[in-house]
């Protein structure tokens, strides 16, 4: 059974550090990691998607790798500003076409 | 073009009631998810539709949730004899996808359940 854990569970960092969220899964037969940004009481905007074959998604201030092999994710947000505070879900989809999601990383980014 | 979206934003019941929670996905995507989200936790997955029919269903917790897609596009998730632990946000994604493919997810914002 496909397990996804996110360490930390939260952070609390000043204004422009470079910062790194982690996700590992058990399971490394996946089709694709999705790490998506979840504001309080909102629904999940998907931040980047990463297919099994790739090794890294950048998308403006966020890089995020995959290491299959290892069961591995990492979402690297550089010069962190106070707008990203959110709590941050990785979700890996395997052959079931569901997602499997962990319980996500709350990030605050005080001024 | 249009998101998805999720009807209604909110819903309060009493313990017993009968609940429908409605999910439009984006138009054209023929995959639909409902995930269920507690607090604190992340969203785990309910139901799967592939057109009309439920491809998984293997999430859902017992026999009072039901699902429908009857025309392979709007789903409603249905729960009989709604309990105090059915509180939650139930949320909706849909994308393109097909079995086997790896197509990104799009989320709606939820609707949240509270059972009283």
């Known amino acids: 059974k496909q397990e996804v854990t996110q360490i930390p569970a939260a952070l609390s960092v000043p204004e422009g550090e470079n910062l790194v969220l982690n996700c590992s899964f058990t399971d490394s037969a996946i089709y694709n990691l999705q790490w998506f940004r979840q504001d309080p009481g909102k629904g999940l905007t998907s931040l980047l998607l990463?297919?099994?074959?790739?090794r890294e998604q950048t998308s403006g201030r966020l890089n995020a790798s995959l290491d299959k092999s290892s069961g591995r994710s990492t979402l690297y947000i550089a010069a962190s500003q106070p707008g990203d505070s959110a709590t941050y879900l990785c979700a890996v989809c395997g052959n079931t076409d569901k997602l499997i999601f962990g319980t996500g990383t709350r990030l605050q980014v005080f001024p | 073009g249009a998101g998805v979206s999720q009807t209604p934003s909110n819903k309060v019941t009493e313990k017993g009631k009968y609940v429908e929670l409605r999910c439009d996905p984006i138009?054209?995507?023929?995959?639909l998810y409902w995930y269920r989200q507690s607090l604190g936790q992340g969203p785990e997955f309910l139901i799967y539709?592939?057109?009309?029919?439920?491809?998984?269903d293997s999430g859902l917790p017992n026999d009072r949730f039901f699902a429908v897609r009857p025309e392979g596009s709007v789903s409603t998730l249905k729960i009989q004899r709604t309990e105090r632990g059915d509180s939650a946000v139930y949320l909706c994604?849909?994308?393109?996808?097909?079995?086997?493919?790896?197509?990104?997810?799009?989320f709606g914002p939820g609707t949240r359940l509270t059972v009283t």
């Open positions: 990463i297919q099994s074959s790739q």
């Open positions: 539709f592939q057109g009309t029919g439920a491809a998984d």
């Open positions: 994604a849909s994308s393109l996808g097909f079995p086997g493919s790896s197509y990104e997810q799009y």
């Open positions: 138009s054209g995507h023929t995959a």
